[in-house]
């Protein structure tokens, strides 16, 4: 064991972390992400929006426009279905599976792990280094985005390539105007793409960084060592073309919508119901940055202990602008700060390496102690969340939910050592048995928990069905986006009976009505005015995961219908 860490923290080019480090952290990002990367079914109502969007640009060859079926969806930029374009068209491109939509959310945070390690190690030591790529790596919030097919992935990915480029220019060179060109090149061109993903939610990290480190060390001459002019074109060579083109296609619609719904709507009111207190990120940050968030009060401890140090200065200025402004702003979801993990896995690497000095005193080890106790807590809810989700779902305790309350047993025990003795070998330990909690909770609970998928198991009835070539589908009471990825783009996602009834009047050979329990009676009205006599050909029961309801789906065609299960 001795020499492994020994291998592992010999330095590499420039100080950086060595080959065989990069690929311990590759191994483990990846020992952590995958169980359940490929088999858990799309989710709603996000991923399924983004992973449905995305397949209906390769199906209608129009990769301006963004759509989901009918409707304009203009809440985000191109660059995310672009992405989910690219990484599915290997694997079926409008058949793909959902999984092949998550690839570039993956790659994203691999990317980040091995940036935020390449990045400790520059500015520290090799040790540091590893130390923060391991806990991005194995974070929970870097779980939950690594295996969901949206924007906050890819986007980590490209803004840690602005944020090291930043750094770079701020600690690393000195020339007022630097004749190598590359880090502000790759500054403003992961500016560019940043736009492209998510629009300026990650220029604004990067800026909030520059403004507050230049606030902090009067260093003005940062300004033009990022060449602000080259930048500019740069960035606006990248993201320009497309918004050029989407504001002419959508008549500026695009642009009113993008701005008033992402920006200033989440600003001043909860978009979609997500809100939270002041300091709700903070409060939830045993749980995000969990198992590492035992190190949270040390690396706390360590940035006031180095605060002269202009390093831990750009880590701070990093950290505590976009945290405020998350903090402030009314619509709260708790990935809103994973462009700050990095930084703040930078300073928990910090922490260990000055982890017997910064415990020197009791007031040192009681602030520690107690975010140590919050990282036990959330380690025992880990225990309990699987035995009481097949309580809630299957009706009784599985050995699935068995075998994931011993992986989450052992985190307990690893969370308290590193929590009491705090050092490389703990969080190494604490990181490997929260891979052995991910795998049992991602890659064999979750999935195997059928309620929780309706659509999925609606899908695979749908796709088993004989006596039609071409269906003509509609949901009743059940209008989530993942009904759309499993049922087809033109599946009708009907908001009333009538819709619905239509659907088998209009085909009656090969028309499929799937109608929840609840709707029932309107339904059969409808019917009953068109004079349409029906059959049943499945029931699927299940929970809708958004609302918290149950469901009672049954597959409804016309008597002289076509269609039958295959036998």
Request: hydrophobic fraction near 55%.
């Amino acid at each position: 064991m001795n020499g492994l860490f020994a291998a592992l923290l010999t330095p590499g080019a420039k100080g950086g972390l060595s080959p065989a480090a990069f690929a311990c952290l590759i191994v483990l990002a990846l020992a952590a992400m995958l169980p359940g990367f490929f088999t858990i079914p799309a989710m709603d109502r996000d991923e399924s929006r983004y992973a449905q969007a995305s397949r209906q640009m390769m199906e209608s060859g129009d990769f301006i426009d963004i759509r989901f079926q009918d409707e304009a969806r203009h809440k985000q930029p191109v660059g995310t279905y672009w992405a989910q374009v690219v990484t599915s068209t290997p694997f079926g491109g409008p058949d793909a599976p959902i999984w092949a939509h998550r690839l570039p959310s993956l790659l994203g945070i691999i990317a980040a792990v091995l940036m935020t390690g390449w990045l400790g190690a520059r500015l520290f030591s090799p040790g540091v280094g590893l130390a923060a790529g391991i806990v991005l790596a194995v974070c929970l919030t870097a779980q939950v985005e690594a295996r969901t097919a949206k924007t906050d992935a890819l986007l980590l990915g490209f803004g840690m390539l602005a944020q090291i480029s930043l750094a770079m220019l701020a600690l690393k060179v000195t020339q007022v105007r630097p004749r190598f060109i590359g880090w502000p090149l790759a500054l403003w061109a992961a500016t560019g793409a940043c736009i492209l993903i998510k629009g300026p939610i990650f220029t604004m990290v990067t800026a909030l960084t520059l403004a507050a480190y230049i606030a902090l060390t009067r260093d003005f001459g940062l300004l033009k060592r990022i060449r602000p002019g080259l930048g500019l074109l740069t960035a606006a060579a990248i993201a320009a073309p497309w918004l050029i083109a989407i504001t002419i296609v959508t008549n500026g619609a695009f642009l009113a919508e993008a701005v008033g719904w992402s920006m200033l709507r989440k600003v001043s009111e909860a978009a979609e119901n997500h809100s939270g207190p002041l300091g709700f990120h903070l409060m939830l940050s045993p749980v995000t940055l969990w198992p590492a968030a035992a190190l949270l009060a040390l690396a706390a401890l360590a940035a006031w202990r180095h605060r002269a140090d202009r390093t831990v200065l750009f880590l701070i200025a990093w950290i505590i602008p976009t945290w405020l402004v998350f903090e402030l702003v009314t619509t709260k979801l708790p990935h809103y700060v994973l462009p700050v993990f990095p930084a703040i896995a930078i300073l928990m690497g910090l922490a260990l390496r000055d982890a017997r000095d910064l415990l020197a005193g009791w007031k040192s080890r009681v602030f520690h102690g107690a975010a140590g106790l919050a990282a036990l807590i959330v380690a025992g809810v880990l225990i309990a969340l699987p035995i009481a989700g097949h309580i809630e779902f299957n009706g009784e305790i599985g050995p699935t939910a068995w075998i994931a309350a011993a992986a989450g047993g052992l985190a307990l025990i690893t969370a308290a050592a590193l929590a009491f003795t705090p050092s490389l070998r703990t969080l190494t330990a604490s990181a490997v048995a929260a891979t052995g909690v991910y795998a049992a909770m991602f890659g064999v609970v979750i999935p195997n928990i059928d309620p929780m998928w309706p659509s999925e198991r609606i899908g695979r009835v749908v796709n088993s069905l004989e006596g039609c070539e071409t269906l003509t589908i509609a949901t009743l009471g059940y209008r989530e986006p993942s009904n759309a990825f499993y049922l087809g783009t033109h599946a009708l996602l009907a908001d009333n009976p009538d819709a619905a009834a239509d659907v088998l009047t209009r085909d009656p050979a090969c028309g499929l009505a799937i109608v929840d329990g609840i709707e029932r009676e309107g339904f059969d009205a409808a019917l009953a005015e068109r004079g349409v006599a029906v059959r049943a050909l499945a029931t699927v029961r299940g929970h809708n995961l958004v609302k918290g309801t149950e469901l009672e789906m049954t597959l409804l065609v016309s008597e002289g219908s076509a269609l039958r299960l295959a036998e």
